[in-house]
């Protein structure tokens, strides 16, 4: 959206109305509101939802605190540029149907990215009132989430106008968020969009890898099944480049591919004891217990339930994993860290849920060693201590290890979260696929298309381990740009 | 979901089931692998593509009941469905022409090693093949093998079939009579290290096939990792096949025994 159009939607008579209806120091004597939370001692017995969601007065009285910027600094904190004021302002004026419409204008999943992202670093961070007024920012997350929730709620989930169909067959590949933003994107275009998942679930990490305390699964059905009455088709156990070739798709009769497959592969440190029992990566430990729900006595897939779990990294997946392990019984939980907690890429939210949950963090240290028992198990981990030393590469302070400080604590699981790959199944498959060194898939920074013309790319498997956000930033972008390269075929 | 279109017991606790899996059966060759889940709440367990007729649209499983899943999948019956089959998965055989090749299988090895062997044989291959189990009741595929095999030789721990020993002394047999070029094992993880350092002893380049515990098949989770000359690799990725005199079998022996005291 250009400046212009803000300028002009925010001339619209409704917002000069509740822009004079207050003084700002009315406005910024609100205090910031709080998001009601499960108690830390009831929810770590379970998988409920933490974060309850505001009432309709707390929205209404928060958005309230929002001066409707001229020049929205909110607005350059959000990675896809969601118009912030026009949708608080609706809020605002009680208007929470059309607050969520402002939201979908831009966001195709806003109940999920309401929930998981990183608002202190994007939207949030750049508030007014943070950065002028020295004040707590407007809650924008907790306001997009409450303005989806009530949309989905309602029952008025409104299928977007559809262009007549096209006839023209899409096929997706993989169902994360880019692959389902896409989707719909394609669909209401007009176009026969088919989405082949090599798991039993579709969803992606929002189903296999986020967990239930955070972001429950039934608010990503939501969004499938309105995909699915846009006509959207999934294929669940299908693999692209296994059960399908690149060749398969195009005698199917596919004009257009994108390939939203994920960061799926797990890295592990290689240090001795790596494969003991009990050490396994995040992705397998929250696999197991989301899309397996192997901590439920019915399901088939077993689960370790350790006592005193080390879980390997900062960043969203590490508190996820300690956070679940300590809903599955771990009288120790601990997040292993070997910068401080000012480097934790995690969201700040999800590392003070789970300090407040009894996680305890062993900032600056790094495992070198774990040790096992007789049969395989792992008992113990060694750690070696670390202090900040210079900036490196990524502007963050690297750590350097203390000279003879290490220490050993007893341990009886171990999960590792020190990052993932780009899942080269598809890019081994299809032959004359550029990828960059790292296994990313290289793409036009505009239009998402790979070096095989009617393939296209988005989400983790261009950008490595990303967000959310990003990756259904990526899909709706290329889905205008996979449509812009047809219709010029149709044309021509 | 798809379709059981067949089936055979081969003993009590083996069965054969020709499964409806078009896109499968076409895309497999010799060495690839499925992942199976009976029901909603079922597990994901890895089974080899014995073999598919492109024409039917089928594939061909064999499996052993040794515990909670296997036993469910081996319930079902021709009409039932299966949850969920997804594949073909790893990476295939490396087939071609090594001159002679001894095939040896053991307990639910034999199901796996069944396409390598036809693929070997097709190859233009001198083929051997060594089953060995407990017992004669265990002797599974007996009849398979000789189909696609030079020469079948079976062991049996107590003797009631074939020759009384182990897997190793008929591949030992067979070692000391001719040249041997290559040995494919499956079976037990005990006996894939015993054969590994039989043929490691000879000289004879040897194949294992792994059978680690997998969750997701395609590398997402590292639960089938195992260390191969010294680095970790991914049996559903990397495998399931490795030169076996990298193998590290005590690891392998370890990790298997990973959820007994959880299931
Ligand atoms: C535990 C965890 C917590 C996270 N928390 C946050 C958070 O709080 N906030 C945030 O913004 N981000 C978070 N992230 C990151 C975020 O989830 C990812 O950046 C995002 O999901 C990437 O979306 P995607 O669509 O690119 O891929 P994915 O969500 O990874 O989906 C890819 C899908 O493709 C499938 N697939 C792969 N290969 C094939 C193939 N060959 N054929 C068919 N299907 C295939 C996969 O099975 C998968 O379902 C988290 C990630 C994890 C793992
Ligand atoms: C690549 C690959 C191909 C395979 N092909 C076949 C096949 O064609 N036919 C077939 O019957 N099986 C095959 N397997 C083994 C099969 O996957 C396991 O038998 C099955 O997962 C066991 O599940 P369960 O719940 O029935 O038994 P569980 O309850 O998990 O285990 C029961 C007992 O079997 C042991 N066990 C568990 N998993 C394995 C394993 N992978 N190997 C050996 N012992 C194990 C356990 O330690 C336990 O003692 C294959 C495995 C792999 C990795
Ligand atoms: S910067 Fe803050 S106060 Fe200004 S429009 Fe955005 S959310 Fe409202
Ligand atoms: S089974 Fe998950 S990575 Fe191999």
New interface residues.
Partial sequence: MNKEELAAQRAEQWRENLRKSKKAKERTDIPRVKMTELDPAYRVTNREEVNRGLTPEQAVLEATRCLDCVEPLCMTGCPVGINIPKFIKNIERGDFLSAARTLKETSALPAVCGRVCPQERQCESKCFYLQKLKKEPIAIGYLERFAADYEQASGEVALPEMEPDNGIKIAVVGSGPCGLSFAGDMAKRGYRVTVFEALHEIGGVLKYGIPEFRLPNRIVDVEIDSLRRMGVEFVTDCIVGKTLSYDDLHEMGFKGILVASGAGLPRFMNIPGENLNGVMSSNEYLTRVNLMDAANPESDTPVYKGHRVAVIGGGNTAMDSVRTARRLGADRAMIVYRRSEAEMPARQEEVHHAKQEGVEFLTLHNPIEYIGDERGRVRQMKLQKMELGEPDASGRRSPVPVPGAIETIDVDEVIVSVGVSPNPLVPNAIDGLEVTPKGTIVVNADTLQSSIPDIYAGGDIVRGGATVILAMGDGRRAAAAMHEALQKQQGA | MNKIVAKEHFSEKVVKLVVEAP??AR?RKAGHFVIV?V?E????IPLTIASADVEAGTITLVVQAVG??SA?LCALNPGDYI???????GKATHIERFGTVVCCGGGVGCAPLLPIVEAMKAAGNRVITVLAARTKELIILEEQMRKYSDEVIVMTDDGSYGQKGLVTQGVEEVIKREKVDLCVTIGPAVMMKFVSLLTQKYNIPTVASLNTIM??G??????C???VGGK?RFVC?DGPEFDAHQVNFD?LL??L???KD??
């Avoid at chain 2, 395609?218 to 639960?223: F, L, P, Y």
């Fill in positions: 896109l499968i895309a889940r029901g709440k079922g597990e994901r909670k899943s469910k949850t969920d089959v997804v594949g073909p998965l969750v997701d395609t590398g997402m989770c590292g639960a990792r195992i260390t970790t990725i690891e370890m990790r025994s990973s959820y959880v299931e």
